[in-house]
């Protein structure tokens, strides 16, 4: 399944093998240049603003006593690589500029163009993360992690990143993970669309959000099998994932 999606998924517009042109700019973008690289998916720009990368997620550094993800410190080594001090970047900005901590939200390339979410991707040390409405190069940073998946490159080859089906879940799960099942049933409230995967886990996918599944509607779901991927937490007993795209949301059968 993984091989013929993957070869799928390569024929994707601006999807290239990763050295150094996957997922091209489709325009002109704001010149930067950077000052210190934070974590895997944030860095500090010499005039003193904070730029979040737009469509990945990288493990977490530790802080607070914490100690850091698996990979965490890879990622952040892999950037500061490609994006160290003084070095001159190129930004694409999407619909939504900044997150609510203020930081800004782009795309961001190296002044050649190439993409440094598509090297994270392809090295196995982040995950696609859409978060509406910036959608830009969704499907081909997809494509990106398609390719690393299938080689278990960083961090597929790592347990926490396996896929675990939904009735196997422990009580105490929590963080990212990736989940199969097949929907139970499709519930609907107020704000949220439902798809209960088995008896203690639940997807929610906010009413706001159903307009960027387009066909995809995922009221057409129940029976199917699906993987889902995010953040899990519990809330009044049960475990939830919130999926806001359908690009966390793969109906596998």
């Given at each position: ?45 010499a005039d003193g603003r904070r730029v979040r990368l737009l469509g990945i997620n990288t ?71 859409v978060v509406p409405p910036n959608q830009w190069a969704v499907d081909c940073y997809a ?111």
């Open positions: 399944m993984w091989l013929a999606l993957v070869f799928s998924l390569l024929l994707v517009p601006g999807v290239a093998p990763a050295d150094g042109t996957a997922c091209p700019a489709d325009r002109r973008g704001e010149r930067a240049v950077s000052a210190e690289v934070i974590d895997g998916d944030t860095l500090a720009l493990p977490e550094i530790g802080r607070d006593g914490k100690p850091s993800e698996p990979l965490a410190e890879d990622a952040r080594a892999l950037l500061r690589n490609l994006a160290g001090p003084g070095t001159d970047l190129r930004l694409r900005l999407d619909v939504e500029r900044f997150d609510r901590y203020g930081r800004l939200l782009a795309h961001v390339f190296a002044a050649s163009g190439e993409n440094f979410q598509a090297r994270l991707l392809d090295a196995g040390l982040a995950t696609t993360l494509a990106v992690e398609v390719g690393a998946r299938s080689r278990r490159a960083g961090i597929w080859r790592l347990d926490a990143y396996q896929p675990v089906p939904a009735e196997n879940l422990s009580g105490t799960a929590r963080g990212y993970r990736v989940v199969t099942g097949r929907v139970q049933r499709v519930g609907e409230s107020r704000g949220n669309l439902w798809l209960n995967l088995s008896r203690g886990m639940a997807l929610r996918i906010p009413r706001e959000d159903l307009v960027y599944f387009g066909e995809r509607d995922p009221r057409r779901l129940a029976g199917r099998r699906v993987e889902a991927r995010g953040w899990i937490h519990k809330r009044k007993g049960e475990l939830r994932m919130t999926v806001r795209h359908p690009a966390a949301l793969t109906v596998l059968e």
